[in-house]
């Protein structure tokens, strides 16, 4: 594993019954970003192992189409994390009666983020081997993607992937030089929920500089990749 960024992050201070119910779930870390009314919840999500079917089952009634093209794409052979911290980021919306963003992503495969209320999720994008995914108001778009002048093969879309209702298929983008972009899907998404810039150094090799974040309170979960932006951070209780 590379270096990677995950959490929740949410624009209201979470109530502490919510956050209870978190801790019973997953056990957290709770952060406030330095100047700014936002915090950033990491949780204690395990690490799923590839056809885990439990795993699909929680996600799916979250949004069927993207679950399904994820099967697909990956044979059933991919851990598919995304679909573990959906379901994560569907059960804090729900907790803390908020809408929250909620992503995971790393320097080789993941590029996850998704927007999700109380009542539902309203957008998703990811990327899964050499397909973007998008997933909004319920339609699914997939686009099949290439680096340029990376000796990479096209990929060639199962065709399993037209029967997904919902779904449009777009023809293969070849990506200019520099490639696909670190934390691409995440930054997209998360100065539009922020309403401005999120100083994590989110599309850059850093969890943030020292300060960015305030460790407010930690419980059921020893560590996480967003300490160093806290400073010293006390062990989880």
């Not at 069927?64 to 573990?84: F, K, T």
């Not at 999700?116 to 995914?133: Q, R, T, W």
């Not at 460790?215 to 990749?225: D, Q, R, T």
Request: proline share 8%; charged share 20%; hydrophobic share 45%.
């Amino acid at each position: 594993m590379g270096y990677q960024i995950q959490g929740v992050l949410l624009r209201a201070k979470p109530e502490t019954a919510g956050l209870a119910a978190l801790e019973k779930a997953y056990g957290y870390k709770l952060f406030e970003l330095t100047g700014r009314d936002l915090w950033l919840l990491d949780l204690g999500v395990p690490e799923p192992v590839p056809g885990d079917l439990k795993m699909v089952k929680a996600a799916r009634p979250l949004a069927s189409s993207y679950v399904d093209a994820l099967r697909v794409i990956g044979c059933d052979e991919e851990p598919l994390a995304q679909l573990a911290w959906l379901t994560a980021g569907a059960a804090a919306a729900r907790q803390l009666r908020q809408p929250v963003l909620v992503f995971i992503s790393d320097d080789e495969d993941l590029d996850f983020v998704a927007v999700v209320a109380p009542e539902g999720v309203s957008v998703i994008g990811d990327k899964l081997c050499n397909y973007l995914l998008r997933w909004e108001g319920g339609a699914l778009v997939i686009q099949p993607f290439v680096s340029d002048g990376a000796g990479q093969e096209p990929p060639t879309p199962p065709d399993e992937l037209a029967l997904i209702p919902k779904a449009t298929l777009l023809p293969i983008e070849t990506l200019t030089a520099g490639g696909y972009p670190l934390h691409g899907n995440v930054l997209a998404e998360i100065g539009t929920f922020a309403q401005g810039d999120v100083p994590l150094g989110i599309g850059t090799w850093s969890h943030g500089p020292q300060g960015s974040l305030t460790l407010i309170e930690a419980k059921g979960m020893n560590n996480s990749g967003w300490d160093r932006a806290a400073g010293d951070a006390p062990r989880a209780r």
